[in-house]
């Protein structure tokens, strides 16, 4: 069984385990590794305890072993209220193609950040593309060419009553 749970500090160093693994076994199809090792020097134990302040970031736990599968975050897109973007969504390798990458975007979708938002941006690698799209998020602007970073901008509307 998985569940889900609010991250909190002792995960960190989980986390950032879990996403080192993800990005150097998955990711590593897309990407060389100088780009990822780049990439990782920003998601240390102690950069998500650091963000875990200004998003809400979410652990998937496997019950059975009582260990963090999956991670994802949610916060305001550049300090917009009615904007928010998706950041840091991995999940381990092993646990991939199982709904537990569906399961973690239905969860950071029923978040504040998420309901208040008319217009959610995910920072997609090559790697994440299909899935994203598969879960209706489309290239920002029309655009669907990678930018600086390597990243495909995509995006989702919502309409909210006020």
Known sequence: MIHYRIFNDKDA???????????LTTNIKDYSREYLE?????LT????????KFFHCYVLVDDIINKIVAVGSIG??????????????FVLPE????GIGR?????????????RAKRIEIPASITGLKFYQKMGYTFKNGVD???????????????IRH
Do not use: C, H
Not at 76 to 89: M, Q
Not at 95 to 98: I, L, V
Not at 145 to 155: A, G, Q, T, V
């Open 13 to 23: 160093e989980g986390v950032a385990k879990l996403v080192r693994q993800t990005m």
């Open 38 to 42: 780049n990439d990782l020097r920003n």
């Open 45 to 52: 134990a102690k950069d998500f305890i650091e963000k875990g």
């Open 76 to 89: 305001p897109y550049w300090g917009k209220e009615d904007e928010s973007s998706f950041f840091n969504i």
């Open 95 to 98: 646990y991939q193609r199982q």
């Open 103 to 115: 399961q973690l975007i239905q969860v950071l979708e029923q978040d504040s950040y998420f309901k």
């Open 145 to 159: 060419k990678l930018d600086e970073e390597k990243l495909y901008r995509l995006e989702k509307f919502r309409n």
